[in-house]
Protein backbone atom coordinates (compact mmCIF):
# COMPACT_ATOMS: atom_id res chain seq x y z
CA UNK A 1 0.00 0.00 0.00
CA UNK A 2 1.02 3.65 -0.59
CA UNK A 3 2.19 5.53 2.43
CA UNK A 4 4.28 8.54 3.23
CA UNK A 5 6.81 6.68 5.05
CA UNK A 6 6.86 3.98 2.32
CA UNK A 7 7.96 6.37 -0.55
CA UNK A 8 11.26 7.25 1.57
CA UNK A 9 11.67 3.37 1.75
CA UNK A 10 11.40 2.98 -2.00
CA UNK A 11 12.93 5.75 -2.84
CA UNK A 12 16.45 4.69 -0.84
CA UNK A 13 15.84 1.47 -2.53
CA UNK A 14 16.30 3.10 -5.89
CA UNK A 15 18.53 5.75 -5.67
CA UNK A 16 20.46 5.05 -2.60
CA UNK A 17 23.53 6.75 -3.06
CA UNK A 18 21.82 10.28 -4.03
CA UNK A 19 21.87 13.26 -2.17
CA UNK A 20 18.64 13.04 0.33
CA UNK A 21 18.92 15.80 2.87
CA UNK A 22 21.08 19.01 3.26
CA UNK A 23 21.18 20.91 6.37
CA UNK A 24 24.40 23.19 7.13
CA UNK A 25 27.52 20.83 6.90
CA UNK A 26 24.89 17.82 7.15
CA UNK A 27 24.73 15.65 4.13
CA UNK A 28 22.61 12.10 4.18
CA UNK A 29 22.25 9.91 1.29
CA UNK A 30 19.03 8.25 0.99
CA UNK A 31 20.07 5.16 2.01
CA UNK A 32 21.80 7.32 5.14
CA UNK A 33 18.44 8.98 5.45
CA UNK A 34 16.08 5.58 5.84
CA UNK A 35 18.54 4.15 8.03
CA UNK A 36 18.38 6.92 10.43
CA UNK A 37 14.63 7.27 10.24
CA UNK A 38 14.86 3.13 11.17
CA UNK A 39 16.73 3.71 14.46
CA UNK A 40 14.82 7.14 15.67
CA UNK A 41 11.69 5.11 14.80
CA UNK A 42 13.14 1.77 16.40
CA UNK A 43 13.80 3.98 20.12
CA UNK A 44 10.50 5.90 19.74
CA UNK A 45 8.90 2.20 19.64
CA UNK A 46 11.10 0.80 22.85
CA UNK A 47 9.17 3.59 24.10
CA UNK A 48 5.86 2.30 23.59
CA UNK A 49 4.93 4.49 21.02
CA UNK A 50 2.78 2.44 18.29
CA UNK A 51 0.10 2.45 15.43
CA UNK A 52 -2.11 5.19 15.78
CA UNK A 53 -0.39 7.39 18.15
CA UNK A 54 -0.07 11.09 17.89
CA UNK A 55 3.37 12.13 18.32
CA UNK A 56 3.93 15.42 18.36
CA UNK A 57 7.05 17.85 16.86
CA UNK A 58 7.54 21.25 18.25
CA UNK A 59 10.68 22.18 16.38
CA UNK A 60 12.50 24.75 13.81
CA UNK A 61 13.69 23.30 10.33
CA UNK A 62 16.69 20.73 10.48
CA UNK A 63 17.83 17.73 9.33
CA UNK A 64 16.23 16.10 12.00
CA UNK A 65 12.56 17.84 11.67
CA UNK A 66 12.94 15.71 8.64
CA UNK A 67 14.03 12.16 10.57
CA UNK A 68 11.43 12.09 13.34
CA UNK A 69 8.95 12.89 10.77
CA UNK A 70 9.41 10.05 8.40
CA UNK A 71 10.46 8.10 11.74
CA UNK A 72 6.64 8.98 12.67
CA UNK A 73 5.27 7.61 9.73
CA UNK A 74 7.33 4.26 9.82
CA UNK A 75 5.61 3.47 13.02
CA UNK A 76 1.97 4.21 11.74
CA UNK A 77 1.54 6.73 14.26
CA UNK A 78 0.15 10.40 13.07
CA UNK A 79 2.28 13.32 12.72
CA UNK A 80 1.56 16.45 14.95
CA UNK A 81 3.94 19.48 13.85
CA UNK A 82 3.62 22.01 16.27
CA UNK A 83 4.47 25.98 15.45
CA UNK A 84 7.42 26.39 17.96
CA UNK A 85 6.71 29.86 18.68
CA UNK A 86 4.03 28.31 20.19
CA UNK A 87 3.53 29.67 24.03
CA UNK A 88 3.08 26.92 26.93
CA UNK A 89 -0.68 27.53 27.01
CA UNK A 90 -1.13 27.00 23.14
CA UNK A 91 1.25 24.08 23.11
CA UNK A 92 -0.74 22.52 26.37
CA UNK A 93 -3.78 23.04 24.00
CA UNK A 94 -2.50 21.73 21.13
CA UNK A 95 -0.99 18.51 23.36
CA UNK A 96 -4.37 17.74 24.56
CA UNK A 97 -6.40 18.39 21.75
CA UNK A 98 -4.53 15.97 19.65
CA UNK A 99 -4.49 13.49 22.62
CA UNK A 100 -0.53 13.14 21.62
CA UNK A 101 1.44 10.09 23.47
CA UNK A 102 4.94 11.83 22.77
CA UNK A 103 6.54 14.95 22.29
CA UNK A 104 9.41 15.65 20.38
CA UNK A 105 11.42 19.36 20.19
CA UNK A 106 14.49 21.10 19.80
CA UNK A 107 16.87 23.45 21.98
CA UNK A 108 15.16 25.99 20.71
CA UNK A 109 11.99 25.99 22.27
CA UNK A 110 12.88 24.43 25.45
CA UNK A 111 12.09 27.04 27.64
CA UNK A 112 8.63 26.85 26.35
CA UNK A 113 8.41 23.02 26.62
CA UNK A 114 10.00 23.59 30.10
CA UNK A 115 7.08 25.97 31.43
CA UNK A 116 4.47 23.47 29.97
CA UNK A 117 5.51 20.40 31.85
CA UNK A 118 6.01 22.69 34.95
CA UNK A 119 2.30 23.86 34.55
CA UNK A 120 1.30 19.94 34.70
CA UNK A 121 1.08 17.91 30.88
CA UNK A 122 -1.36 14.91 30.73
CA UNK A 123 1.43 12.28 32.73
CA UNK A 124 0.96 9.77 29.96
CA UNK A 125 3.00 12.14 27.39
CA UNK A 126 6.63 11.19 26.78
CA UNK A 127 8.39 13.63 26.19
CA UNK A 128 11.99 13.79 24.06
CA UNK A 129 14.73 16.47 23.34
CA UNK A 130 16.33 16.22 19.77
CA UNK A 131 19.60 17.25 21.29
CA UNK A 132 21.49 17.23 25.07
CA UNK A 133 18.71 19.28 26.77
CA UNK A 134 19.09 18.58 30.47
CA UNK A 135 16.28 17.23 31.71
CA UNK A 136 14.69 15.16 28.80
CA UNK A 137 16.11 11.67 27.18
CA UNK A 138 18.01 12.74 23.56
CA UNK A 139 16.05 11.42 21.20
CA UNK A 140 19.13 11.31 18.85
CA UNK A 141 21.50 10.14 21.22
CA UNK A 142 19.72 6.70 21.67
CA UNK A 143 18.94 6.42 18.46
CA UNK A 144 22.78 6.63 18.03
CA UNK A 145 23.64 3.52 20.09
CA UNK A 146 20.92 0.95 18.53
CA UNK A 147 21.17 -1.19 15.97
CA UNK A 148 18.28 0.16 13.92
CA UNK A 149 16.84 -2.71 12.67
CA UNK A 150 13.67 -1.74 10.54
CA UNK A 151 10.46 -1.28 12.36
CA UNK A 152 7.72 -3.37 10.11
CA UNK A 153 4.31 -1.97 11.02
CA UNK A 154 1.21 -3.00 8.95
CA UNK A 155 0.29 0.28 7.20
CA UNK A 156 -2.80 1.22 5.26
CA UNK A 157 -3.25 3.19 2.01
CA UNK A 158 -6.53 4.57 4.23
CA UNK A 159 -4.75 4.71 8.04
CA UNK A 160 -4.77 8.47 9.72
CA UNK A 161 -1.44 9.67 9.10
CA UNK A 162 -1.05 13.48 10.63
CA UNK A 163 -3.31 16.45 12.09
CA UNK A 164 -2.39 19.36 10.76
CA UNK A 165 -3.65 22.11 12.67
CA UNK A 166 -4.88 25.88 10.83
CA UNK A 167 -3.46 28.65 11.57
CA UNK A 168 -5.81 30.00 14.15
CA UNK A 169 -6.46 33.45 12.91
CA UNK A 170 -9.71 33.39 14.51
CA UNK A 171 -9.92 31.26 18.40
CA UNK A 172 -8.43 28.10 18.90
CA UNK A 173 -6.93 25.99 15.94
CA UNK A 174 -8.34 23.03 14.39
CA UNK A 175 -6.73 20.08 14.06
CA UNK A 176 -7.36 18.74 9.66
CA UNK A 177 -7.08 15.13 9.58
CA UNK A 178 -5.44 13.49 6.82
CA UNK A 179 -4.51 9.74 6.03
CA UNK A 180 -1.95 8.36 3.86
CA UNK A 181 -4.65 8.07 0.47
CA UNK A 182 -5.39 12.20 1.03
CA UNK A 183 -1.31 13.15 1.92
CA UNK A 184 0.04 11.47 -1.39
CA UNK A 185 -2.97 12.66 -3.78
CA UNK A 186 -1.05 16.12 -2.61
CA UNK A 187 2.00 15.31 -3.54
CA UNK A 188 0.59 13.95 -6.85
CA UNK A 189 -1.40 16.93 -7.55
CA UNK A 190 1.17 18.88 -7.01
CA UNK A 191 4.00 17.24 -9.02
CA UNK A 192 2.01 17.50 -11.75
CA UNK A 193 0.86 20.91 -11.30
CA UNK A 194 4.20 22.14 -10.70
CA UNK A 195 6.49 20.26 -13.08
CA UNK A 196 8.29 18.35 -10.37
CA UNK A 197 11.00 16.15 -11.24
CA UNK A 198 13.17 13.02 -10.98
CA UNK A 199 16.73 14.74 -9.39
CA UNK A 200 15.65 17.82 -8.43
CA UNK A 201 16.98 20.23 -5.88
CA UNK A 202 14.40 21.59 -3.55
CA UNK A 203 15.44 24.45 -0.98
CA UNK A 204 13.05 24.38 2.18
CA UNK A 205 12.93 27.85 3.98
CA UNK A 206 9.52 28.24 4.79
CA UNK A 207 8.59 26.42 8.21
CA UNK A 208 8.31 22.67 7.55
CA UNK A 209 5.87 22.13 10.14
CA UNK A 210 3.38 24.52 7.81
CA UNK A 211 1.21 22.33 5.53
CA UNK A 212 2.41 24.15 2.25
CA UNK A 213 6.53 23.43 2.97
CA UNK A 214 5.47 19.89 4.31
CA UNK A 215 3.18 18.55 2.45
CA UNK A 216 3.84 20.16 -1.22
CA UNK A 217 7.73 20.53 -0.92
CA UNK A 218 8.93 17.71 1.30
CA UNK A 219 6.68 14.70 0.95
CA UNK A 220 6.11 14.60 -3.25
CA UNK A 221 10.27 15.76 -3.49
CA UNK A 222 10.92 13.16 -1.00
CA UNK A 223 8.75 10.68 -3.90
CA UNK A 224 10.69 11.36 -6.45
CA UNK A 225 13.93 11.28 -5.09
CA UNK A 226 15.15 15.15 -4.64
CA UNK A 227 17.37 16.53 -3.03
CA UNK A 228 16.16 18.57 0.13
CA UNK A 229 18.43 21.41 1.29
CA UNK A 230 16.99 22.78 4.51
CA UNK A 231 17.62 26.64 6.15
CA UNK A 232 16.53 27.48 9.78
CA UNK A 233 14.55 30.36 9.20
CA UNK A 234 14.94 33.16 6.16
CA UNK A 235 17.99 35.37 5.80
CA UNK A 236 17.55 37.00 1.82
CA UNK A 237 21.80 36.86 1.12
CA UNK A 238 21.71 33.01 2.67
CA UNK A 239 18.77 31.93 0.68
CA UNK A 240 20.63 33.37 -2.78
CA UNK A 241 23.66 31.38 -1.77
CA UNK A 242 22.53 28.38 -1.25
CA UNK A 243 20.39 28.63 -4.57
CA UNK A 244 23.57 29.64 -6.24
CA UNK A 245 26.03 27.12 -4.66
CA UNK A 246 23.37 23.94 -4.42
CA UNK A 247 22.20 24.59 -7.60
CA UNK A 248 18.62 24.70 -6.34
CA UNK A 249 15.70 24.14 -8.81
CA UNK A 250 12.75 24.94 -7.03
CA UNK A 251 11.48 27.26 -4.16
CA UNK A 252 8.32 27.64 -2.25
CA UNK A 253 8.21 31.19 -0.83
CA UNK A 254 5.43 33.17 1.00
CA UNK A 255 5.18 36.57 -0.31
CA UNK A 256 7.02 38.92 2.60
CA UNK A 257 9.91 36.66 1.09
CA UNK A 258 10.21 37.01 -1.92
CA UNK A 259 9.65 41.06 -1.50
CA UNK A 260 13.14 40.56 0.44
CA UNK A 261 14.64 38.55 -2.10
CA UNK A 262 13.76 41.37 -4.73
CA UNK A 263 15.02 44.38 -2.06
CA UNK A 264 18.71 42.39 -2.60
CA UNK A 265 20.97 44.64 -4.76
CA UNK A 266 22.94 41.56 -6.01
CA UNK A 267 19.47 39.88 -6.74
CA UNK A 268 19.49 40.13 -10.37
CA UNK A 269 23.45 39.33 -10.92
CA UNK A 270 23.41 35.78 -8.60
CA UNK A 271 24.04 32.46 -11.05
CA UNK A 272 20.39 30.89 -10.06
CA UNK A 273 20.67 29.51 -14.08
CA UNK A 274 19.57 25.85 -12.42
CA UNK A 275 16.54 27.72 -10.70
CA UNK A 276 13.24 25.73 -13.18
CA UNK A 277 10.58 26.81 -10.59
CA UNK A 278 9.18 29.63 -8.26
CA UNK A 279 5.96 28.90 -6.03
CA UNK A 280 4.43 31.36 -3.94
CA UNK A 281 1.81 31.34 -1.94
CA UNK A 282 -0.13 31.17 1.60
CA UNK A 283 -0.70 34.97 1.23
CA UNK A 284 -1.75 37.41 -1.40
CA UNK A 285 1.04 38.68 -3.51
CA UNK A 286 0.57 41.86 -4.90
CA UNK A 287 0.95 42.30 -9.15
CA UNK A 288 3.19 45.27 -8.48
CA UNK A 289 5.49 42.23 -6.36
CA UNK A 290 4.64 39.73 -9.11
CA UNK A 291 5.79 41.61 -12.10
CA UNK A 292 9.10 42.62 -10.58
CA UNK A 293 9.57 39.34 -9.60
CA UNK A 294 9.16 38.44 -13.26
CA UNK A 295 10.85 41.28 -14.79
CA UNK A 296 14.52 40.31 -12.35
CA UNK A 297 14.30 36.36 -12.95
CA UNK A 298 12.41 36.38 -16.20
CA UNK A 299 13.68 32.24 -17.26
CA UNK A 300 11.95 30.95 -13.83
CA UNK A 301 8.42 29.56 -14.35
CA UNK A 302 6.83 31.79 -11.41
CA UNK A 303 3.41 29.87 -10.29
CA UNK A 304 0.42 31.07 -7.87
CA UNK A 305 -0.85 28.63 -5.29
CA UNK A 306 -4.07 29.70 -3.90
CA UNK A 307 -5.00 26.74 -1.01
CA UNK A 308 -5.89 26.37 2.74
CA UNK A 309 -4.69 23.59 4.89
CA UNK A 310 -7.77 21.86 4.91
CA UNK A 311 -7.88 20.99 1.23
CA UNK A 312 -4.45 18.86 1.56
CA UNK A 313 -3.05 22.15 0.98
CA UNK A 314 -5.21 22.37 -2.16
CA UNK A 315 -6.89 25.06 -3.98
CA UNK A 316 -6.37 26.86 -6.97
CA UNK A 317 -3.62 28.07 -8.93
CA UNK A 318 -1.87 29.98 -12.14
CA UNK A 319 0.63 28.88 -14.43
CA UNK A 320 3.75 30.66 -15.65
CA UNK A 321 1.61 32.09 -18.57
CA UNK A 322 -1.45 33.07 -16.39
CA UNK A 323 1.02 34.65 -13.82
CA UNK A 324 2.27 36.74 -16.65
CA UNK A 325 -1.34 37.36 -17.78
CA UNK A 326 -2.61 38.26 -14.85
CA UNK A 327 -0.40 39.06 -11.99
CA UNK A 328 -3.09 40.23 -9.99
CA UNK A 329 -5.38 37.22 -10.02
CA UNK A 330 -5.40 34.27 -7.47
CA UNK A 331 -5.59 31.65 -9.71
CA UNK A 332 -7.30 30.40 -13.06
CA UNK A 333 -8.25 27.08 -12.12
CA UNK A 334 -8.07 24.27 -9.22
CA UNK A 335 -4.99 21.96 -8.80
CA UNK A 336 -4.97 18.73 -10.21
CA UNK A 337 -7.36 16.08 -9.08
CA UNK A 338 -9.46 18.80 -7.69
CA UNK A 339 -12.65 21.21 -8.56
CA UNK A 340 -13.50 24.53 -7.57
CA UNK A 341 -16.25 26.73 -7.61
CA UNK A 342 -17.66 30.11 -6.50
CA UNK A 343 -20.87 30.40 -5.19
CA UNK A 344 -23.40 32.65 -4.06
CA UNK A 345 -24.96 32.09 0.06
CA UNK A 346 -27.18 29.78 -1.57
CA UNK A 347 -25.04 27.52 -3.36
CA UNK A 348 -25.50 29.09 -6.42
CA UNK A 349 -22.34 29.30 -9.29
CA UNK A 350 -21.98 33.14 -9.50
CA UNK A 351 -22.22 35.25 -12.35
CA UNK A 352 -18.80 36.31 -14.10
CA UNK A 353 -17.70 39.79 -12.45
CA UNK A 354 -19.03 38.81 -8.79
CA UNK A 355 -17.94 38.06 -5.60
CA UNK A 356 -18.75 34.86 -3.55
CA UNK A 357 -17.28 32.18 -1.43
CA UNK A 358 -14.36 29.98 -2.89
CA UNK A 359 -15.56 26.15 -2.68
CA UNK A 360 -13.02 22.82 -3.28
CA UNK A 361 -13.89 19.27 -3.92
CA UNK A 362 -11.31 16.63 -4.19
CA UNK A 363 -9.03 13.68 -3.15
CA UNK A 364 -6.99 15.95 -0.97
CA UNK A 365 -9.76 17.55 1.37
CA UNK A 366 -9.44 16.84 4.72
CA UNK A 367 -11.62 13.74 7.04
CA UNK A 368 -12.74 16.38 9.06
CA UNK A 369 -11.61 18.17 12.14
CA UNK A 370 -10.05 16.06 14.88
CA UNK A 371 -12.82 15.24 17.38
CA UNK A 372 -14.88 18.36 16.15
CA UNK A 373 -17.68 16.73 14.01
CA UNK A 374 -19.70 19.85 14.06
CA UNK A 375 -17.10 21.93 13.03
CA UNK A 376 -16.55 19.48 10.33
CA UNK A 377 -20.47 19.10 9.34
CA UNK A 378 -20.40 23.01 9.14
CA UNK A 379 -17.44 23.50 6.94
CA UNK A 380 -17.70 20.02 4.67
CA UNK A 381 -20.98 20.29 2.92
CA UNK A 382 -21.80 17.90 0.45
CA UNK A 383 -18.58 17.30 -0.13
CA UNK A 384 -17.56 20.33 -0.87
CA UNK A 385 -14.96 22.38 1.49
CA UNK A 386 -16.27 25.76 2.20
CA UNK A 387 -13.02 28.17 2.77
CA UNK A 388 -14.11 30.94 4.21
CA UNK A 389 -12.69 32.84 1.10
CA UNK A 390 -14.36 35.19 -0.90
CA UNK A 391 -13.09 35.16 -4.67
CA UNK A 392 -14.51 37.45 -7.26
CA UNK A 393 -14.85 35.35 -10.89
CA UNK A 394 -14.10 37.37 -13.96
CA UNK A 395 -15.63 36.49 -17.44
CA UNK A 396 -11.78 35.28 -18.28
CA UNK A 397 -12.59 32.65 -15.83
CA UNK A 398 -10.04 33.84 -13.32
CA UNK A 399 -10.72 34.28 -9.72
CA UNK A 400 -9.35 36.35 -7.16
CA UNK A 401 -9.02 36.30 -3.93
CA UNK A 402 -10.46 39.69 -2.05
CA UNK A 403 -11.12 39.01 1.73
CA UNK A 404 -12.08 36.68 4.11
CA UNK A 405 -16.13 36.44 4.73
CA UNK A 406 -15.45 37.58 8.19
CA UNK A 407 -12.92 40.62 7.57
CA UNK A 408 -15.92 42.08 4.45
CA UNK A 409 -15.41 45.79 5.27
CA UNK A 410 -19.12 47.04 4.83
CA UNK A 411 -19.10 51.29 5.11
CA UNK A 412 -21.60 53.54 3.85
CA UNK A 413 -23.93 50.05 2.84
CA UNK A 414 -21.24 49.20 0.20
CA UNK A 415 -19.00 46.41 0.35
CA UNK A 416 -15.04 46.73 0.58
CA UNK A 417 -12.83 43.61 0.26
CA UNK A 418 -9.56 44.60 1.51
CA UNK A 419 -7.03 42.99 -0.30
CA UNK A 420 -8.27 45.52 -3.66
CA UNK A 421 -6.80 48.24 -1.28
CA UNK A 422 -4.15 46.30 -0.07
CA UNK A 423 -2.99 45.98 -3.07
CA UNK A 424 -3.77 49.87 -4.35
CA UNK A 425 -1.50 50.50 -0.90
CA UNK A 426 1.12 47.94 -1.70
CA UNK A 427 2.51 49.96 -4.65
CA UNK A 428 3.35 53.22 -2.92
CA UNK A 429 6.70 53.39 -2.82
CA UNK A 430 7.45 54.44 0.77
CA UNK A 431 5.54 51.37 2.10
CA UNK A 432 7.21 48.10 3.00
CA UNK A 433 4.33 46.23 4.04
CA UNK A 434 0.69 46.86 4.99
CA UNK A 435 -2.86 45.45 6.12
CA UNK A 436 -6.88 47.21 5.91
CA UNK A 437 -9.19 46.74 8.40
CA UNK A 438 -12.33 48.20 9.02
CA UNK A 439 -13.66 49.82 12.55
CA UNK A 440 -16.78 50.61 13.65
CA UNK A 441 -17.92 54.09 12.53
CA UNK A 442 -21.19 55.81 14.15
CA UNK A 443 -22.40 57.23 10.72
CA UNK A 444 -21.01 54.87 7.78
CA UNK A 445 -21.15 51.49 9.77
CA UNK A 446 -17.73 50.48 9.39
CA UNK A 447 -14.70 53.32 8.10
CA UNK A 448 -11.56 51.67 6.34
CA UNK A 449 -7.94 51.65 8.38
CA UNK A 450 -5.00 51.27 6.77
CA UNK A 451 -2.33 49.56 8.53
CA UNK A 452 1.16 50.21 7.11
CA UNK A 453 5.13 49.90 7.63
CA UNK A 454 7.13 52.49 6.00
CA UNK A 455 10.61 52.46 4.72
CA UNK A 456 13.52 53.64 6.78
CA UNK A 457 12.94 57.49 6.62
CA UNK A 458 10.61 57.85 4.40
CA UNK A 459 7.07 59.69 5.77
CA UNK A 460 3.65 59.28 4.59
CA UNK A 461 0.00 61.34 5.39
CA UNK A 462 -3.44 60.20 4.95
CA UNK A 463 -4.46 62.96 2.15
CA UNK A 464 -1.15 61.67 0.09
CA UNK A 465 -2.07 58.22 0.72
CA UNK A 466 -5.62 58.92 -0.70
CA UNK A 467 -4.63 60.55 -4.33
CA UNK A 468 -1.68 57.61 -4.92
CA UNK A 469 -5.13 55.14 -3.88
CA UNK A 470 -7.14 57.28 -6.29
CA UNK A 471 -5.59 56.51 -9.59
CA UNK A 472 -6.12 52.82 -8.49
CA UNK A 473 -9.21 51.71 -7.12
CA UNK A 474 -13.16 53.61 -6.78
CA UNK A 475 -13.23 56.64 -4.05
CA UNK A 476 -15.81 54.93 -2.06
CA UNK A 477 -12.50 52.23 -1.14
CA UNK A 478 -10.49 54.75 -0.03
CA UNK A 479 -8.68 54.94 3.49
CA UNK A 480 -11.01 57.01 5.87
CA UNK A 481 -7.88 56.76 8.45
CA UNK A 482 -4.00 55.79 8.62
CA UNK A 483 -2.34 54.12 11.08
CA UNK A 484 2.03 53.84 11.15
CA UNK A 485 3.33 50.82 12.66
CA UNK A 486 6.30 49.05 12.87
CA UNK A 487 5.51 45.71 12.23
CA UNK A 488 2.25 43.59 10.49
CA UNK A 489 1.34 41.16 12.68
CA UNK A 490 1.74 37.81 10.65
CA UNK A 491 1.26 33.99 11.17
CA UNK A 492 3.64 31.75 9.45
CA UNK A 493 2.12 31.26 6.73
CA UNK A 494 2.11 35.21 5.94
CA UNK A 495 -1.33 36.06 6.60
CA UNK A 496 -1.99 38.75 8.50
CA UNK A 497 -3.89 38.80 11.94
CA UNK A 498 -6.49 40.93 11.44
CA UNK A 499 -7.93 40.19 14.86
CA UNK A 500 -4.45 41.38 16.54
CA UNK A 501 -4.51 44.59 14.39
CA UNK A 502 -7.96 45.27 15.42
CA UNK A 503 -7.18 44.46 19.32
CA UNK A 504 -4.37 47.04 18.88
CA UNK A 505 -6.27 49.63 17.63
CA UNK A 506 -9.05 49.15 20.03
CA UNK A 507 -6.22 49.33 22.98
CA UNK A 508 -4.75 52.35 21.20
CA UNK A 509 -8.62 54.18 21.11
CA UNK A 510 -9.16 53.55 24.63
CA UNK A 511 -8.25 56.62 27.43
Not at 165 to 186: C, E, I, M, Q
Amino acid sequence: MATIGATLRATAKRVPDRTALVFGDCRYTYAELDAEVDRVAAVLAEHGIAKGDRLALMATNSDRFVIVFYAAHRLGALFVPINPASAAPELDYLLRDSGAAALVFDAAVAPVVRKAVENGLPEAIRVFGMSEIDGFPDLFALAAAHDGAPIEVEIAESDDAQILYTSGTTGNPKGALFDHHRALWVALSCMATCGMAEGDRFLHVAPLYHAAELCIMLIPGTLIGATHVVHNGFDPAQVLDTMERERITMFFGVPTMYQFLLRRPDAAARDLSAWRTGMFGAAPMPASAVEQLIETWPEVNFLQLCGQTEAGPGGIFSTRDQVRERPDASGRQALVMMQARVVDPDGGDVAAGEVGELILRGETVMKGYWNKPEATAETVRDGWLHTGDLARLDADGYMTLVDRLKDLIITGGRNVYSIEVENAIAAHPAIVDSAVIGRSHPEYGESIVAVVVLAEGAELGLEELREFCAERIASYKLPHDLVIVGAIPRNPSGKILKRDLRDRLTAIEQP
